[in-house]
């Protein structure tokens, strides 16, 4: 009997049942049965061996598409599996489980002397033998006792609590490499010699099932790429990530300090101030330009107004509470509701609007301990929040004047950015037809500037969909930032409402929006973007002031008066060191123009300028520099 198989390209051909997938790859092509790693059929990925039994769409999986990697990686996991289970032995092993990461893979394992790095190297070289021997991986579908009874003769009581959790009607299947047998959903690659390409890279403990009051399992991270150039390339990337690791860099140049008496909230140092400032005068600006007017909330407000907003049902898990005269208060984890109540707070005609608020809002959300790092994930952050209030005729032109606004300032710190609308979650609040609404109208904003942007399916905020903005920095690592988001439910909750021009009452739209999102994980961003080294016009010191010795330090103090009268931030190191140690730690510390000062200079009333990159840039007047800085910083460099 005969079945038809779509292909993505819409042709259809007819196959006899339970062909495989690899067989209708060598039909098409056979160098595309060569490449071919795994295939899909209706979307569900399966083995190369895998027969067609019905008619359904069937691709492909190449190497080089995320699936193809992701099952690279996935084989590569019970590949290190195996090897650890051949050098320690099998007895001593208990399996946990094996998941594809981002980026890598890792295995938990219960194992009574832990694995350290440094046994690393011995572990790659048995998996380098696996491979060599090139083992068929072969799937075994089996019943639910049967593969209990397998894994329990085998002394592997996790996996047997994994079948045990499985639904009822669920296919377990078994994938066996040599001596090797895992409990796995698959696919996988055909055998162990496709593995091209793998490193170690480090190892970490981690709870079963990610839950305390289970064993502590170890967790070994790895990665893996078809080609040893990609691989070569990703270690040299981890290589510069941790050179430019923003909790170390921040540390070395003075920027921002954790401490034990408030896990999760950062203490700014003077040049973090001075940069977290000017991050937001920058904003600030713009934004007065562009008719917003700035206000503050208070940071605690009464339990019953976030039960109004909805973010009760969808934070209370995540927000800090506390009782105030026998009433219970919030600790704000957004600013979306005072935003509310200020618009609430009179009565408004449908002239005033757009009305456009913004705030530079400190707001609190619980994080676990083990989920902070640095900047990146703290537990007090500040958003860089707006809320504009619209007539509904309005909203697509207010959209696109906060996407210029957005663009223009990604620009001026040298990002690129990928656009996703994220649409109706499964926690909506509202009806379908103002979702359908918001959608509709976002959608067409885009589309109207000729903006690329993919669909991210049901991650929108509960309240409305939105636009969010994936920032890349100098190691290509994404990172969300920017969103913008359209609200029919907020001024619903809160009654807002506004004088139309026939008389009566209307509801204004609200569009939330932010730029940096949080400016403490954006000030983390740039510390590893720019590898500490920042702008001119970002740098917390902008001149160091470098005397050859101390009987220039009455010379250096007139400098430093004069460029602090031009609104250039400067430091005078006036240690009793060599000028090339001066230099250095100058260098060390990122500063962009280094002033060397001398007999020379002081007689002549000059100054040698050196530059963080190039080095020397001559000798010249005071005047002249300041009008070269103040130039470079006009131009935002």
Not at 144 to 158: D, L, M, T, V
Request: hydrophobic fraction near 40%; aromatic fraction near 10%; charged fraction near 25%.
């Amino acid at each position: 009997m005969e079945i038809n198989v779509t292909l993505p390209d819409g042709t259809i051909r007819r196959y006899a049942r339970s062909t495989t997938i690899a067989q209708i790859a060598e039909s098409i092509s056979p160098s595309l049965k060569k490449q071919a790693v795994a295939g899909k059929i209706d979307g569900r990925p399966v083995d190369l061996h895998q027969p067609v039994e019905y008619d359904c769409l069937v691709e492909i999986v190449m190497p080089e598409s995320s699936d193809g990697l992701s099952i690279l990686r996935h084989s590569t996991a019970h590949l290190m599996a195996q090897a650890i289970q051949r050098i320690y032995g099998p007895s001593k092993i208990k399996l946990g489980i094996g998941p594809v990461i981002e980026d890598g893979f890792y295995y938990d394992i219960d194992i009574a002397q832990p694995i350290s790095i440094d046994e690393f190297a011995a572990i790659e070289q048995e998996m380098q033998k696996i491979i060599r021997d090139n083992l068929p991986i072969v799937r075994r579908v089996v019943s639910r006792s049967e593969a209990i009874e397998f894994f329990e003769a085998k002394g592997e009581p996790f996996k047997v609590e994994l079948i045990h959790d499985l639904p009822e009607d669920a296919e377990i299947s078994l994938y066996e490499q040599g001596e090797f047998t895992d409990l796995c959903r698959g696919p996988h690659l055909v055998s162990t010699g496709q593995i091209k390409a793998f490193k170690l890279l480090s190892v970490a403990g981690a709870y079963w099932r990610s839950n305390s009051d289970n064993p502590m399992l170890q967790r070994i991270y790895g990665t893996a790429f078809y080609k040893k150039a990609q691989l070569e390339e990703h270690l040299h990337m981890l290589e510069e990530a941790k050179k430019r690791d923003h909790r170390k860099l921040g540390k070395e140049l003075g920027l921002f300090m954790f401490s034990e008496e408030a896990p999760g909230m950062p203490f700014y140092l003077p040049k973090g101030m001075i940069l977290r400032t000017e991050l937001e005068n920058f904003s600030r600006a713009l934004q007065r330009e562009r008719g917003y007017d700035e206000v503050r909330t208070p940071l605690m407000m009464n339990n019953r107004m976030w039960e109004q907003s909805g973010h009760w049902d969808h934070y209370k898990d995540n927000m800090y509470f506390t009782q105030v005269d026998e009433t219970k208060y919030a600790l704000k984890p957004m600013n979306c509701p005072g935003h509310m109540l200020m618009f609430k707070n009179s009565l408004h005609s449908y002239r005033e609007l757009p009305m456009r608020i913004a705030e530079f809002g400190q707001v609190h959300r619980h994080e676990f301990s083990g989920a902070l790092n640095g900047m990146m994930r703290v537990r007090t952050f500040c958003q860089d929040d707006a809320h504009l209030f619209v007539l509904p005729k309005q909203i697509e032109e207010e959209i696109g004047g906060v996407l210029e606004l957005i663009d223009y300032i990604y620009k001026v710190f040298g990002f690129e950015y990928k656009v996703e609308l994220s649409t109706r979650p499964e926690d909506y609040m509202g009806s379908e037809a103002l979702w359908d609404q918001a959608e509709a109208s976002l959608q067409r904003v885009l589309d109207a500037r000729g903006i690329d942007y993919r669909i991210n399916a049901g991650d929108g905020a509960f309240y409305g969909p939105k636009i969010d903005f994936h920032i890349q920095d100098a190691l290509k690592r994404s990172w969300q930032c920017g969103t913008i988001q359209l609200d029919f439910q907020m001024p619903e909750k809160f009654d807002l409402t506004y004088v139309g021009e026939d008389g009566e009452k209307h509801r204004p739209v609200v569009i939330h929006r932010a730029i940096y999102g949080s400016i403490d994980r954006f000030m983390g961003i740039l510390t590893e973007h720019f590898s500490g080294a920042f702008p001119l016009w970002l740098s917390p010191v902008q001149v160091k002031l470098l005397p050859v010795s101390e009987h220039y330090a009455d010379y250096a103090f007139q400098v430093k008066k004069e460029l602090l009268a031009a609104g250039i931030r400067v430091e005078l190191d006036l240690r009793n060191e060599k000028l090339g140690y001066k230099i250095r730690e100058a260098q060390l510390e990122k500063v962009p123009y280094m002033l060397v000062l001398g007999e020379q200079e002081q007689s002549s009333a000059m100054v040698a300028v050196r530059k963080r990159e190039g080095g020397d840039a001559g000798v010249m007047t005071l005047s002249e520099l300041v009008r070269r800085i103040a130039s470079e910083i006009e131009g935002r460099g």
